[in-house]
């Protein structure tokens, strides 16, 4: 086995890994992992649910994954349409939140995501996956 040298966030070049791992929330056991030579965690949304629905015979009801998943959102939907995904979006944390502006940009699984995430009940889903 060899490493891939990743750019971490300091821009430091480094031999390295990306470890994923998907959880059950509720048992807290992992129920599907994988390392990666990629940088990111950009494309690792889908192959992870793959693994997931592939362990556990089923797929997941829903699963949360920050903003580094974010761009993988729209074809994870499509591809998995009966996962409720929480997945953070960066406008989330900001003070004033243009939705009307957002809507016009974003798609609408996109803006979907968001307005779930800006509730009550998707900001206290997501914040479960925090702790």
Known sequence: MHTQNLRERNGVIRPNYNSQISV???KQFIVAND???ECTDVYQLI???EKT????KENPKSAKADNGYFPQLELAKKTFPKVDL?????NRRKDKINMKEIKEKYSKIKYENLKK???KKGEKEY???LT
């Open 24 to 26: 059950d929330e509720k």
């Open 35 to 37: 390392v990666t030579m």
């Open 47 to 49: 192959p992870m649910l």
């Open 53 to 56: 629905k592939e362990n556990i």
């Open 86 to 90: 929480y997945v953070d979006d960066k």
């Open 117 to 119: 995430l800006l509730k």
């Open 127 to 129: 914040k479960n996956y």
